[in-house]
């Protein structure tokens, strides 16, 4: 359980600095609001606060939904266009 919570927390770490980024800020990305840590020790909680979509996280939907190679390429040429 430990070792769960740890890797809770790095997680949790990585995504604040990943929304901290340069062009994270942008229509096409969902709207970053907060961080929160409740409880101490083995019961602490790691939240990380986002606006609300429809479709849940794109963990959730990769878990549920099988992309098509066209859809990849689209995902990667958008990600990628707003890099440059």
Not at 31 to 39: A, D, F, L, N, S
């Amino acid at each position: 359980m430990f070792d769960t919570m740890l890797q809770d927390k790095q997680s949790w770490l990585s995504e604040q600095e990943i929304f901290k980024l340069p062009h994270m800020d942008h229509e096409d990305i969902l709207q970053y609001i907060g961080v929160e840590k409740r409880g101490d020790n083995l019961q602490a909680e790691f939240w990380l606060i986002t606006a609300f979509h429809e479709k849940g996280s794109l963990c959730d939907y990769l878990k549920a939904n099988i992309v098509t190679w066209t859809e990849l390429c689209h995902i990667a040429e958008s990600m990628a266009r707003y890099v440059l």
